[in-house]
């Protein structure tokens, strides 16, 4: 958390997309605005399975905090841009600037991880620590195995650092692990109104 509110705002709403979907780094950076549904609240991800393979596709129910997200990023969004995480590159070449989207982000940890004097980890790392905060909310494995992708149960059982005991609450579930308070504060809104 402390390498996350370190973050500018544009790698915080990155980071945490990574984090409350769970998605692969590659997945998230080729995310377009087809691949989000804000009525129907969901994400679409596409990964290749297999070396070589097609890309498969996965829905993601979206937390209240990424549709916050995804829905103010929209409105501001850059309507000639397809991607939601981008940025303009100089293609020596054309001697230009072209937009394109995320491709190797591994600096962002790097310069996180020293700016708050914590151990260098991985963005991969994000998708092990959502997994293992939904195995110990007993989210079944099976559930966390769709969520993440994961073809075999067991390479499921690796991300999770202890196994214990519906696809539709558990990204609520994880919201409301890593923010108590504002899910707490967010039911007691609803009860008021």
């Known amino acids: 958390m402390k390498v996350l ?3 500018d705002k544009e790698t915080q709403d990155y980071l945490w997309t990574i984090i409350l979907t769970l998605g692969r780094i590659n997945e ?21 399975k297999k070396s070589g393979g097609h890309l498969t596709l996965r829905k ?45 982000r591994k600096r962002i940890m790097k310069i996180l991880c020293k700016k708050t004097e914590i151990k260098y980890f991985r963005l991969h790392a994000l998708r092990h620590f959502a997994a293992t905060i939904l195995d110990q ?38 919201e409301s692990q890593i923010f108590p308070q504002s899910h707490a504060n967010s039911h007691a809104d609803k009860k008021s109104t």
């Open 5 to 7: 509110l370190a973050a």
């Open 28 to 48: 998230i950076n080729r995310l377009t605005w087809d691949d989000v549904n804000l009525e129907e609240r969901y994400v679409i991800l596409y990964t290749r």
């Open 60 to 104: 993601v129910k979206m937390s209240e905090k990424l549709y916050g997200m995804f829905s103010k990023r929209y409105l501001e969004r850059d309507k000639k841009v397809p991607w939601i995480f981008w940025h303009r590159y100089w293609i020596r070449t054309k001697n230009d600037w072209e937009a394109g989207p995320y491709k190797d």
């Open 137 to 174: 909310s007993n989210i079944p494995i099976g559930t966390i195995q769709r969520i993440l992708g994961h073809e075999s149960r067991t390479t499921t059982e690796i991300y999770l650092h202890n196994l214990g005991d519906a696809d539709s609450n558990a990204v609520d579930v994880l």
